[in-house]
């Protein structure tokens, strides 16, 4: 196969908004498309199975709807929708391309990266080079090189061909050191850009929603582009809602304290609540986090009144005081004032795209920083894997790899982390097995003993 005729040819594959032109739709066919898009973006975040995916496939072919989801987004502008709009249009980009033969995902890649030079040959006569002087520059990228074999044997298959592309779009591979850089060009195997292709991939759609939104805004037709928006927004929060899944109640072991084990907390509990402890200080959104979290493993309303007594707004209250101010707030969230609705702990989806999940929202110098507070014995590789997810825009399968490191089994077959809570139980459940291996005792059937209230 040779590099440079590679997809050159090939069309786009019919799933990929960008390079078609869709025709035009009037507002009322825009809703109808838009709220089919809506049901199959929920069943397919629902069931994510490769067999669902190829049962629903073709019907992500028709991209009307996706369409008028943008112009709602464009509309509007409101946060929570757009967000969510591109973590999940992120996740089916990745679940569809990873289908792809290789000549239409370097089609979708070209389109995506502007320029990309595919085979050793075609990367070494746009730089000048020779294939010998350029084959030891990437040995440095080649980690999985053994000392006896060549770096012209490692690159011969499919997915690892070398690659090449602009340095504007391609940079950061570099940042990871997956790449290196010459003359403008980041030259890396072909699998690193696969990996690059979803957060490229958002940064479009997030791009034209904004385009869009400045064109509409000057549109006469602005106010009735934004009814239209809020009533496709509106269809998705019911959607959402219904969307929850049913929990049995009351089967919190509370004796297992799980509240109290900091260390079986999910990364984003963790730096809540350690921040939370540090400073008394969080803004609403996260308080509320934190505080659904924590009754989700099992904390008494008693002890989460006590916990937040010691939030700086609180200097001065008496208890008695706390108790009218703050406690009608967290008893609210236990179902006992207001609505007297029991809430639910958001699952990751949720808390990427509203609260406060860190692999979206820190730095990776800061996190990698927390991140060792968390497990002082992570090996320098494995925070290379957990900074390639975030790289990737993978925060749940970077928070898994997270996972796998600190109950020290690079084998976990879970490589995507759904929900905090699944994250606490595997790692109490790991915590308690080797509590009994050291005592001698058989690990059989603990996993009765692990809190089974929220089992994501
Ligand atoms: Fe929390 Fe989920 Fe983010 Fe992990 S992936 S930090 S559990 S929100």
């Known amino acids: 196969m040779s590099g440079e005729g590679l997809a050159t040819e090939i069309d786009l594959p019919s799933w990929f908004l960008f390079g078609k032109r869709l025709g035009e739709y009037s507002l009322d066919a825009l809703l109808l498309y838009g709220k089919e898009r809506i049901d199959m973006l929920l069943e397919f975040s629902q069931r994510r199975t490769l067999e669902a995916l190829n049962s629903m496939s073709g019907k992500f072919n028709n991209l009307v709807g996706l369409v008028a989801l943008i112009l709602a987004a464009s509309a509007t502008n409101d946060m929570y929708f757009i967000s969510w709009l591109?973590?999940?249009?992120?996740?089916?980009?990745?679940?569809?391309?990873?289908?792809?033969?290789?000549?239409?995902?370097?089609?979708?890649?070209?389109?995506?990266?502007?320029?990309?030079?595919?085979?050793?040959?075609?990367?070494?006569?746009?730089?000048?080079?020779?294939?010998?002087?350029?084959l030891p520059e990437i040995?440095?990228?080649?980690?999985?090189?053994?000392?006896?074999?060549?770096?012209?044997?490692?690159?011969?298959?499919?997915?690892?061909?070398?690659a090449a592309a602009r340095f504007s779009r391609a940079y950061r591979l570099i940042k990871s050191s997956r790449a290196i850089a010459i003359r403008g060009w980041v030259i890396a195997p072909l699998e690193e850009f696969f990996r690059l292709?979803?957060?490229?991939?958002?940064?479009?759609?997030?791009?034209?929603?904004?385009?869009?939104?400045?064109?509409?805004?000057?549109?006469?037709?602005?106010?009735?582009?934004?009814?239209?928006?809020?009533?496709?927004?509106?269809?998705?929060?019911?959607?959402?809602?219904?969307?929850?899944?049913?929990?049995?109640?009351?089967?919190?072991?509370?004796?297992d304290r799980l509240w109290e084990r900091i260390d079986t907390f999910p990364p984003c509990l963790r730096i809540l609540y350690d921040r939370f402890i540090s400073t008394g200080y969080l803004p609403h959104i996260e308080r509320?986090?934190?505080?659904?979290?924590?009754?989700?493993?099992?904390?008494?309303?008693?002890?989460?009144?006590?916990?937040?007594?010691?939030?700086?707004?609180?200097?001065?209250?008496?208890?008695?005081?706390?108790?009218?101010?703050?406690?009608?707030?967290?008893?609210?969230?236990?179902?006992?004032?207001?609505?007297?609705?029991?809430?639910?702990?958001?699952?990751?989806?949720?808390?990427?795209?509203?609260?406060?999940?860190?692999?979206?929202?820190?730095?990776?110098?800061?996190?990698?920083?927390?991140i060792r507070g968390m497990n002082p014995a992570i090996s320098s590789s494995e925070l290379d894997k957990i900074h390639e997810e975030i790289i990737s825009r993978e925060p749940r399968k970077a928070c898994a790899r997270l996972l796998a490191s600190i109950i020290k089994n690079p084998n976990l077959k879970i490589s995507t982390i759904n929900h905090p809570i699944q994250f606490s139980r595997i790692v109490y459940k790991h915590s308690r097995v080797r509590t009994n291996e050291s005592k001698g005792k058989s690990s059989e059937n603990l996993q009765e003993n692990v809190p089974q209230r929220y089992k994501p």
Request: contains cysteine; glycine residues 6%.
């Open 86 to 134: 591109l973590e999940i249009e992120g996740d089916l980009f990745t679940a569809l391309f990873n289908k792809l033969d290789l000549g239409k995902k370097v089609a979708v890649l070209r389109y995506i990266l502007g320029e990309l030079l595919v085979g050793i040959e075609v990367v070494s006569q746009k730089l000048g080079m020779s294939t010998e002087s350029l």
């Open 139 to 162: 040995q440095s990228i080649l980690p999985k090189l053994t000392e006896k074999r060549q770096a012209r044997d490692f690159l011969i298959p499919m997915n690892r061909f070398l």
């Open 197 to 255: 292709s979803k957060s490229h991939y958002q940064d479009m759609l997030s791009e034209k929603i904004q385009m869009l939104s400045e064109k509409i805004k000057k549109d006469p037709e602005f106010q009735s582009y934004k009814a239209f928006g809020e009533e496709l927004i509106s269809y998705w929060r019911k959607k959402m809602i219904v969307q929850k899944p049913v929990v049995k109640r009351d089967l919190v072991t509370t004796e």
């Open 288 to 370: 509320l986090q934190l505080g659904l979290l924590l009754k989700a493993l099992g904390m008494p309303l008693e002890e989460q009144l006590k916990l937040w007594y010691r939030a700086v707004d609180n200097v001065g209250l008496t208890w008695e005081q706390f108790l009218k101010k703050g406690g009608y707030y967290i008893r609210h969230l236990y179902g006992l004032e207001g609505s007297r609705k029991d809430y639910r702990p958001p699952k990751c989806e949720t808390i990427i795209t509203r609260y406060f999940c860190p692999f979206v929202k820190t730095n990776f110098t800061e996190l990698k920083e927390l």
